[in-house]
Each structure stands twice: as structure tokens, then as C-alpha cells.
């Protein structure tokens, strides 16, 4: 059942919600998200619409190939990206600010070991 995670996946990484994903399709939040529970079977034509939307092939919308952004990343990073997407936005949040806080620091001694 990959499609099923994968469109919400991918609805969630795009910042949409199922209201606006369902309006693009013609359907109700409702009915759409019984696609991303596994209740309803996706049809064919609502699949291609969805690829379409989120720029990915259908194979992957299947769950048979990997994002195009994942294929050139190592597992390690491909595991930081898993649980980057199972983190809250405020907690995304959190960890972007300590990153930026990481590089500056990082910067900070690379300046002052230069001449």
C-alpha cells in the first residue's frame, strides 16, 4: 500500500492540505482522504493527475522507484530525510533554527583558524 503513504507524503512535503488537493482533483476533502487512508481504490486517471501535479512518475506514486531528489543521496541522508518528514512543523522549526545556529558557529571558527 506505498500509493496510499506516498500521496500523503507527498501532499504533506508540499504543504497542501486535502482540501486543495482534493479541489485540484474535483472531489471533496473527505472522499480524498480516503484515498490516503487506504479506503478507496485511486483510479488510474486521478493517479496520473496526481503525478502530474507533484511532478513525479507513476512509478514512484506506486511506491516502485524513489523520488527523484532521493536517488543521488546516501542512506544515511536518505534516514535524516525519513526523519525530517516525521517531525511537526514547529519541531522542523526547532531543528532549522539549530542548523543555522551549527553553520554560524561552524563559520565563526573556520574565520578565525584563517590568517
Known sequence: MALYKRIRDLRE???????????????????YGK??????????????QLAEYYGVSLDY???????????????????????WHCLSERDKGKVEY???ELLEAQAQRKEAKSP
Open 13 to 31: 512535503d508540499s504543504d497542501k492540505t486535502q482540501t486543495e488537493v482534493a479541489e485540484f482533483l474535483g472531489t471533496t476533502a473527505q472522499y
Open 61 to 83: 506514486l506506486a511506491g516502485h522507484q524513489k523520488h527523484r531528489d532521493e536517488q543521488s543521496l546516501s542512506e544515511d541522508e536518505q534516514n535524516l530525510l525519513h526523519s
Open 98 to 100: 539549530l542548523i543555522a
Open 35 to 48: 484515498y490516503e487512508k487506504g479506503e478507496r481504490e485511486l483510479p488510474f486517471m486521478r493517479a496520473i
